[in-house]
């Protein structure tokens, strides 16, 4: 990449090997961004951030792939042989309906792959990009050379960058280098011109990722001209593949093909020994026998309902990465959840000050804007308070995070971990501004929050001398201040903290303590002690509106809630409380309690407990492990980089889309776009929805095929001709069906979806109620079907006039039984038949094609269909409708087992 300002030599150096001014100069950028102008300019330059993306398989590809079908090589060999035998409008027609079976295929086969590209760009990398001394969220696509970046753990890298500052920051770069183990960074190192990449620690590459600490970074390349640019390598690609439901049933329709061919032609076979069949009839017996049989809309049918399922999905804040999880979430029975902005807003405010003179303050206000005060037994507190303000000073100092007004309207931003916002809104509200007590206070070092130890800590300078100020979870903190050493001291500190966590607070330790100016200069500790106790900062992050009547609802649904959370035990059942989630301390299980603890011992206590506090990344995958191994359907949410082992282990892992990390994205399954636990709920929902939609798609193509070979193998035994041609079939399957099929798959919610137990994830699709309510179909319209051609040949009418018959009656059948496929427990009657304007206009649309067929002469050619009189309408109708009744029987039947199972078992 040419840089926007360069010398020759500067040019020619590599940017591991320049200083952070020099590589500044070189940008023309500075500390604080570029300017507007400056982005635009550079973005009309070098183009936006990315990588060529894999492109869009081509029309034609996937009209020609929906050609690679066993029944379409049957239906081939039948449109030739009707060409030889002088046959050319059967030929023309199958070749037709193949066309119009590959365009519709090709359709929706597109569609779908559009729409997943439509919702990968809702999981795109987003970065926080300083410009013109601002802090913003944006497509990591739209950054430019020169734009400074902030990272924090859990990120990926979305450009190669110079790094201008590191906090403790390690990045693991496996996908460059191949080395597993995370490579620390210093911005201050320089390096020789010719070392290798996996050697170049003040650089972060793109697609690398932040597993520890902090740090910031200059662009210094983008796209193609990034390190792994040059590889042409496009690290972010979802991995595709279709889901293990559509997988089996492409195989079922498979097995079920060739298993058709292999005793069609056996059947054929004997029917010129036995029945003296012509080569021709024969020929056309065994595709009679195969149309009927094969369910080859099923595969596309379950296709649409999925892509139907993450459409509806991503409408209600759910996206999905793996469609896996569509068919998951119906049998999932434990959600382990965080409570931080998915239960709660993520919107902390400090609420209350508690200081080493047991003082009690208040602070009003709401949300992370610093509008309110602080009091003091009521009375405004005075900035002269050296307790209050040194415990405050304290709390801003040790901060990672950005609060400031912008200039052009003096609105308020911010930028950071949520207790680290909130903090800074009280130091706004005493006067306390980050930016001034570093001026006074330079930072020398600092300790970055991770949840496993549970604590952060900076250093500072102040003249000759060194402090560290650390604010982390009181046992932590405590543990580390000499002022807490006297055990009724420490007990006494511990009460004010458990009084404070059981109002619902989340308390935050603040602590101080002197450093010695030589060591730290040559040893940096890695656990402040000595310190001395500033006091206690109560935060509260009120619950989401709707994440009691969402809990309620898995609850209603058979779903069991477990919270993990980082916040004192007493914080967690205060809100468990709240949630009605839990009632007792019982319910309630910390860090230390899990400790120890066996795989079974876990499994056993997870079936009690629903609150987890204090709980560290490790303890929280042991959770995950242990709820399988008790036999739940587990899916976790997770935001951080260390939720990623948790997410993985999970049946489902689901990430947050706006608070979460690209690692826990990756890992996930499901990410929800707006944090909320109740979009958790509603993908739920979807997911039994969409999973009831494909048995009601497979029941309905199923049981038809099954009776129409029923119906062609009693004509067959009984000495009949073949009741109905193959391309009468093929009309049958392809078109009237077809067209049902795909209607059916739209079919909104049954509205007792979230009031219904898990379903079994072992559980077949084909189950004992499948199966019955197919045989209860096949019989039914097999026997009716079978029963009206040999009645019209006993008439005496032709071949033709009795298979035109049949054909009617078929496609009737198919109509009535629409009805019964809506739902597997309800009644046919129970929805109006407009709830589903596509189902209903789809079904009108196949009778009315049928009946187009019956009077236009091309058709009736093809077809051999000719009018029918009202007499024979009645007959036909009434013999069709039969299919109702029989399933509306065993629909009660199956619920009168079902409730004396439920009363015995």
């Known amino acids: 990449m040419n840089s926007p300002k360069a010398d020759a030599n500067q040019a020619r150096l590599p940017w591991h090997a320049r200083a952070v001014e020099q590589a500044l100069e070189t940008l023309d950028a500075t500390t604080k961004g570029l300017s507007e102008n400056q982005v635009l300019e550079r973005r009309s330059v070098y183009g936006p951030n990315q990588l060529p993306e894999t492109k869009a398989t081509a029309l034609w590809r996937i009209f020609l792939r929906q050609f690679a079908n066993p029944l379409i090589y049957v239906l081939v060999a039948a449109a030739v042989v009707s060409v030889f035998i002088g046959d050319a409008e059967d030929a023309l027609f199958i070749g037709i309906v193949l066309i119009i079976n590959a365009t519709i295929g090709a359709y929706q086969e597109s569609q779908a792959e559009k729409s997943s590209l439509a919702l990968r760009k809702l999981l795109r990398m987003h970065a926080q990009v300083q410009r013109d001394g601002d802090i913003y969220e944006i497509m990591a696509e739209d950054l430019v050379p ?536 509603a993908g739920i929902e979807e997911g039994r929805v969409a999973y009831d939609n494909i048995r009601k798609v497979t029941y309905l193509l199923v049981s038809m095929g099954a009776a129409e070979l029923l119906m062609v193998l009693l004509s067959v035994v009984s000495g009949l001709p073949i009741p109905l041609l193959p391309v009468q079939l093929l009309w049958l399957n392809l078109v009237t069906d077809g067209i049902q099929g795909v209607a059916l798959a739209f079919e909104p919610g049954e509205g007792d979806a979230l009031r219904r137990r898990p379903r079994d994830p072992n559980e077949p699709i084909f189950n004992r109620l499948m199966i019955e309510r197919i045989l209860v179909a096949v019989f039914v319209v097999g026997f009716g079907g079978f029963a009206v051609f040999a009645l019209a040949k006993y008439w005496g009418w032709s071949d033709q006039s009795a298979r035109n018959l049949l054909l009617l009656t078929m496609v009737l059948f198919e109509n009535f039984h629409i009805g019964n496929c809506r739902s597997e427990t309800k009644s046919a009657f129970y929805f109006s038949p407009l709830r589903s304007p596509v189902l209903f206009f789809g079904t009108l649309g196949a009778l009315l094609l049928h009946i187009v067929a019956m009077y236009v002469p091309v058709l009736q050619s093809v077809l051999q269909t000719e009018p029918v009189d009202l007499s024979m309408w009645v007959l036909v109708a009434a013999v069709a409708v039969l299919v109702v009744p029989a399933v509306e029987w065993h629909k009660w039947f199956t619920y009168r087992r079902t409730m004396r199972e439920d009363y015995l078992g």
């Open 146 to 681: 020169g734009d400074i970046v902030w990272l924090e753990s859990g990120n990926r890298v979305a450009a190669d960058l110079r790094l201008l500052s590191t906090q403790g920051a390690e990045i693991d770069e496996s996908l460059l280098t191949g080395e597993s183990m995370a490579v620390a960074k210093d911005a201050m190192w320089l390096g020789e011109e010719s070392m290798p990449l996996a050697e170049h620690r003040n650089m972060a590459f793109a697609g690398s990722m932040i597993t520890r600490g902090r740090a910031k970074g200059v662009v210094v390349a983008t796209g193609l001209s990034t390190q792994v640019g040059q590889l042409a390598v496009d690290v972010m690609a979802a991995g595709g593949g279709a889901p293990p439901l559509l997988a089996r049933m492409e195989r079922f329709t498979s097995h079920i093909a060739s298993g058709t061919l292999v005793i069609a032609v056996i059947i054929g076979v004997l029917g010129m020994f036995l029945w003296n069949y012509s080569l021709q009839d024969t020929f056309f017996l065994i595709v009679a026998l195969a149309v009927s049989a094969i369910p080859e809309g099923l595969p596309v049918a379950m296709t649409v309902a999925l892509a139907i399922a993450t459409n509806r999905m991503a409408k209600r804040n759910v996206i999905v990465r793996r469609l896996t999880a569509v068919e998951g979430l119906g049998s999932c029975t434990l959600i382990a959840t965080d409570k931080t902005g998915t239960l709660t807003c993520n919107e902390l405010t400090v609420r209350e000050l508690r200081l080493p003179d047991q003082r009690r303050m208040t602070v009003t206000g709401e949300g992370f804007e610093p509008i309110g005060n602080v009091f003091d037994d009521g009375k405004p507190a005075s900035e002269s308070d050296k307790q209050l303000m040194d415990c405050v000073q304290a709390g801003v100092l040790c901060n990672e995070s950005d609060l400031h007004p912008r200039d052009h309207d003096h609105s308020w931003v911010w930028r950071g971990d949520a207790v680290d916002i909130a903090i800074l809104s009280l130091g706004h509200k005493l006067g306390l501004h980050r930016e001034t007590l570093l001026e006074r206070f330079p930072q020398i070092h600092q300790i970055p929050f991770e949840s496993e130890h549970q604590f952060a800590a900076t250093f500072h300078r102040d003249g000759e001398k060194v402090f560290v100020v650390v604010k982390g979870a009181p046992e932590r903190i405590l543990a580390m201040c000499r002022d807490s050493q006297n055990p009724e001291d420490r007990a006494a500190m511990e009460q004010m903290a458990m009084r404070m966590a059981e109002q619902g607070l989340r308390v935050i330790a603040i602590a101080r303590g002197e450093i010695d100016a030589s060591v730290i200069s040559t040893e940096i500790p890695s656990r402040p002690s000595d310190l001395r106790w500033l006091g206690y900062l109560g935060m509260i992050d009120p619950l989401r509106p709707d994440a009691r009547g969402a809990v309620a609802a898995c609850h209603d649904a058979g779903v069991q809630v477990a919270m993990i959370t980082g916040d004192h035990r007493l914080t967690a059942l205060a809100i468990a409380r709240d949630l009605g989630l839990a009632t007792s301390e019982n319910q309630v299980m910390t860090s230390a309690e899990i400790e120890g603890k066996s795989s079974q011992e876990l499994s056993e206590l997870i079936q009690r407990v629903r609150v987890f506090a204090r709980v560290t990344p490790r303890q929280k995958l042991q959770l995950v492990n242990a709820a399988r191994e008790a036999g739940h359907f587990v899916a976790v949410t997770g935001d951080g980089v260390n939720d990623a082992p948790a997410l993985r282990a999970a049946n489902i892992g689901v990430a947050m889309g706006k608070s979460g990390t690209d690692v826990a994205r990756e890992a996930a399954e499901l990410v929800i776009s707006d944090d909320n636990f109740g979009s958790i709920v």
